[in-house]
């Protein structure tokens, strides 16, 4: 069937009087950056990505030109990138399978991808190639990730509420804050910076990120304790982030020698003795290095290399000469540490994340999406977190239907006020993902129930997915979504199932306009 019958059939089947009209012809009256106003009127033709993964998040691009997702394959978590159309630009392999790699998100100029895992890192990708541009691995799982709309900063949020904010593109410290009391589900910047953030703690927090920190030598450090270590997490000449464990006794900061490979050390012919188990051990040292934790950086550091000088657990030690710089507080309810240095630091770009306002819901948050001037949110709500469990997984086996539940729903919310300016359902059971059209006009949402619902005028159902709806999201021009979703196992061993990424065109009445692109955006 061509295009243009199928556009034409889909009139019918809504009852539109009026011939709707394609993408590229609303496109045509949408400024370059803008986007359409207007409530769709019909699902057009779909384009499927992938058939054989469970797919956990999918973006289209800032300019709508290619689709990003994360899919769980027989050996790792990869990042598929392919074109519009279908053609695949490429597939690179992210993390180990039992770390998820919770979200992703394009770039501002679209020319990189944004991934974060349950292993704690935030990776960054080529958008063409694939290759790793930038990785910074933090002390906690991550499970969202955003990007400030005028490129200056990349946001993560973590498993255990914590909200981090890097420099974009160096992944330099910034800024951080324990917003929530459980995971950070969501995360959007709008075009006044304002950072927003949800969570299954039934909250959603708006935050400003205040100037530079002058004079703050303060920072606080999760902390972990293995076998009798305590360590820490430092970054190494602004570099590599590495593990490290407190010890006094060492008269150097002390590297492993696969970690000295990593950063490029040139150790001289000087050596140190330093205590071991096993007795003293003369180790090379390479002079003039630095060490970083939060955004606090020690320069002029001596650095040795030296592999049984380091306990088990760790890749590195923080020595006496480090240890000697700082003030130690430790905060054994919250598993921190407190590091204030003593003398001189490099500050670097130390900010400050402000609560300006926060909402509370009935229900935890297991989404959230912002239009296109940052007023209206677009949320996803379950009566029971949207984590699987093994009575959901029961429950479909035997196909039994979830039962209506009040908050199973997504909802267009005032991002000012927090007032609920639109619940909606149309799902059984958790209700994973929500969409906002940038318009703010249109909430498109996801169930484990295998539907997406467009909630316009009328409701427009897409039920392709096999299983789970993990995400759904409208272009930046409102002219497509973008689904993510988990597809069951084929057995007939052909590894072709139902749709786990694709994209779907919306369609649009004639009389439909545009809007300009929104001001101060990149």
Known sequence: MSRRAALLGLVLLTGCRTVPVTPAAV???????????????????????????????????????????????????????????????????????????????????????????????????DGSSGQLLAAWLTDEPLVSVAFDRSGAWLAVGSASGLITITRWPTLAFVAEVRG???????????????????????????????????????????????????????????????????????????VRPAL???????????????????????????????ISIKGLTFDGLEVAVCEACVPAEAQGVLGGPFLSGVDLAFDDATHEVQLTAKGPVTEGERRRLTLARSFSFRAPVNDLSLDAKGTVLGLAFSETKARRTREIYEREKKALVEPDRDWDCGARVDA???????????????????????DGKTLATGGWDKRVVVHAGAELVDARAGWAVRRVRFSGDGLRLVVAAWTRVNVLGDHQSDPAAWTVELVYEPETTGAPKVPGTY
């Open 27 to 125: 496109l045509a009256r949408v400024e370059p950056g803008g986007y359409v106003v207007g409530e769709p009127v019909a699902l057009g033709p779909a384009t499927v990505f992938d058939r054989e993964d469970l797919v956990w998040d999918a973006k289209l691009s800032p300019d709508g030109r290619r689709v990003a997702f994360a899919r769980l394959g027989l050996h790792s978590y990869s990042l598929s990138v392919h074109e519009r159309e279908g053609a695949k630009v490429s597939d690179t392999a992210v993390t180990d399978v039992e770390f998820d790699v919770e979200a992703l998100e394009f770039s501002p100029a679209g020319k990189a991808v944004a991934t974060v895992s349950r292993d704690g890192a935030v990776r960054v990708f």
């Open 260 to 290: 000295a490979q990593a950063l490029g050390l040139s150790p001289s012919e000087e050596t140190v003795s330093i205590p071991t188990a096993l007795g003293v051990q003369l180790a090379h040292v390479a002079k003039g290095h630095s």
């Open 416 to 438: 000012w006020t927090g007032a609920v300016l639109q619940r909606v359902h149309g799902h059984h059971g958790v209700v994973a993902t929500a969409g906002i059209s940038p």
């Open 180 to 254: 929530h009391a459980d995971e950070v589900r969501g995360l959007a910047f709008g075009p006044d910076g304002t950072l927003y953030s949800g969570s299954w703690d039934q909250r959603v927090s708006a935050w400003t990120l205040g100037p530079t920190l002058e004079g703050d030598r303060t920072v606080r450090a999760h902390v972990e304790r293995k076998a009798g270590a305590t360590l820490v997490r430092a970054v190494v000449d602004g570099k590599v982030s590495a593990s490290f464990a407190l010890d006094t006794r060492l008269p150097a900061v002390v």
